[in-house]
């Protein structure tokens, strides 16, 4: 196989089967192989329709469905290279995304997007839009041909053909593209499958933007190899709906998600001190039969609070859930200790979109939450001597497009690529420490990883998010979203959890603010990362008061 679109026509000689589902006109709606196959068809006689040649771009900012599917395995059965877009990003990134990419077409969700590509640029592709009524772009009902005149096509390439340009959603500084051939991601998907060993039975609710990597390969590629159904949930709001109705086996996420679901089903126990003891001592129980530590008359009780606690707790997860492969971020060992605790196979990975993205993982048999597992199948890791994790395989990405020095900086001459993540190792297995730029070094020279402080403070349910500062200053500090005002509490609380720290890295000043960071006011990322900068610059005024002078 050396063409990603073959991961679709090796199911054509089984029509019926149910690849996808999605919510249509108030119902759910599948789609089997041959339906798939059809509408991937459409999309490719329109994409002849257009002039457009192997290695042309085409980029595509959609929400997850059947069409950014169908779109993608169109383009890629084509030879064109596929550039994803964040539907949350702002327009002014989209806009150097698709000037940088050079991208011939630009395929979008609504008119909103399209008003606010138009209101920052002026030398944008052809629009085509899925919502009718756009100015300046045409409606997809109008460009997609009603049916196809020929069967879909997956053209024979080589294995380092480019595949598509994936612009990585830095926290500083303007996005990087990607450069992932079908091999690339072929490779991840193959060496992935050994650790996420799916089957006939099982099904996957697909929650994260397909533009992420993660979701991509895990969430999409993997399952389409699998043949395996995916249904697209909603949105965050429904997504206890959601689970309940197609009660999936497996879900890929991160952290994030389990975080939020915690603080609900904690916030709901709250009222009662007999449900919380019960529910704190299942987690407790659970996890030393976990760890191999609990004795037969623990393994007695927790069988039963399993049926009385954790079994209605898992229900709210649609009750037939497996296994949940977490990423994207750092898993806080409290939240892996509840799930496991409570019975739900969570295994943690780690990876970046240079790596296609999957880099290592923790496996169903063979599970430590410290850490993120082991590297997969043909993928050689190494420490150097700043101890940075170095990463070389099949799946490592050719390049950065259009930029060679950036290139250079990650990717040395005999393939080893630097993840600019510190990382040690625990019985083979990984454990990621920080980022080795993001180090925060005070006035007096003494240091802090920021991720690694923000974590631990994370692990208290007080503080929704946060970011520690501290910069050339006397002293750390934080910026924290909270609904608590009373900030000796919380600089009690914050320095709580950082007792395994070096007494230097304690809070001294925490800066409480009641609005969430998110994608839409531009203090997260596109795949929920701090962008730092933007954090401090929109709270300056803050900071000044926290360091005067």
Same mark, same amino acid.
């Given at each position: 196989m050396t063409n990603l679109a073959q991961l679709l026509t090796r199911h054509l000689s089984t029509p019926e089967k149910i690849l996808y589902s999605q919510h249509e006109d108030d119902a759910w709606r599948d789609y089997s192989v041959a339906e798939v196959a059809r509408l991937a068809a459409r999309w490719q006689q329109a994409l002849h329709r257009e002039g457009l040649q192997a290695g042309d771009r085409v980029a595509l900012c959609l929400k997850n469905g059947v069409n950014w599917v169908a779109l993608d395995l169109a383009a890629l059965g084509l030879g064109l290279v596929v550039v994803p877009l964040y539907l949350e990003d702002n327009a002014e990134n989209m806009a150097w995304c698709l000037r940088d990419s050079g991208a011939r077409l630009l395929v979008l969700e609504n008119a909103r997007q399209c008003l606010a590509l138009q209101a920052c640029a002026s030398d944008l592709p052809p629009m085509v839009c899925v919502q009718a009524g756009a100015a300046g772009s045409v409606a997809l009902a109008n460009w997609l041909p009603a049916s196809a005149k020929a069967e879909f096509e997956?053209?024979?390439l080589q294995s380092d053909t480019l595949a598509t340009i994936v612009y990585t959603s830095g926290t500083t500084g303007r996005s990087k593209g990607v450069m992932l051939s079908h091999g690339n991601i072929l490779s991840n998907v193959a060496a992935s499958s050994e650790v996420v060993r799916l089957h006939g039975e099982d099904s996957l609710l697909s929650l994260l933007p397909l533009s992420h990597m993660f979701e991509r390969t895990?969430?999409?590629?993997?399952?389409?190899?699998?043949?395996?159904?995916?249904a697209y949930a909603r949105g965050i709001q429904q997504i206890g709906e959601d689970l309940a109705y197609h009660q999936p086996t497996v879900m890929i996420a991160v952290p994030r998600v389990f975080e939020r679901f915690l603080a609900r089903l904690e916030k709901a126990l709250s009222d009662s001190f007999i449900k919380h003891a019960l529910f704190r001592l299942t987690v407790h @129980? =659970?996890? /030393?039969?976990?760890?191999?530590?609990?004795?037969?008359?623990?393994?007695?009780l927790y069988a039963l609070l399993q049926r009385i606690v954790a079994v209605p707790v898992l229900a709210r @997860? =649609?009750? /037939?859930?497996a296994l949940t492969v977490v990423g994207g971020a750092k898993v806080e060992l409290r939240i892996a200790r509840t799930f496991i605790g409570l019975g739900l196979n969570m295994i943690q990975g780690y990876g970046l979109?240079?790596?296609?993205?999957v880099v290592a993982a923790n496996r169903e048999w063979d599970n430590d939450p410290v850490t993120v597992g082991a590297p997969l199948a043909q993928v050689e890791t190494r420490i150097n001597a700043a101890g940075e994790l170095l990463v070389r395989g099949p799946s490592v990405m050719l390049g950065y497009w259009n930029n060679p020095e950036a290139t250079a900086q990650v990717l040395d001459a005999e393939g080893w690529l630097n993840t600019g993540d510190l990382a040690g190792l625990k019985d083979d297995k990984i454990i990621i420490s920080g980022r080795s730029k993001d180090i925060l070094i005070l006035s007096n020279g003494e240091k802090a990883s920021p991720q690694d402080v923000e974590a631990a403070i994370l692990d208290d349910p007080l503080f929704e998010q946060v970011m520690l500062i501290g910069e050339g200053k006397p002293f750390f500090a934080l910026l924290a979203v909270t609904r608590e005002q009373d900030e000796k509490?919380?600089?009690?609380?914050?320095?709580a959890q950082l007792k395994a720290f070096p007494h230097y890295v304690?809070?001294?000043?925490?800066?409480?603010?009641s609005e969430p960071w998110t994608v839409e006011n531009g203090l997260l990322t596109p795949t929920q990362k701090v962008r730092r900068k933007a954090v401090e610059a929109h709270y300056m005024q803050q900071v000044m008061g926290v360091y005067p002078g």
């Open positions: 997956a053209q024979p895990c969430g999409y590629y993997l399952p389409l190899a699998a043949g395996i159904k995916v @129980l =659970g996890w /030393r039969c976990f760890r191999g530590q609990a004795s037969g008359l623990e393994k007695m @997860l =649609g009750g /037939r859930l979109t240079e790596a296609s993205p509490m919380m600089i009690r609380r914050a320095n304690r809070v001294r000043r925490v800066v409480a603010v």
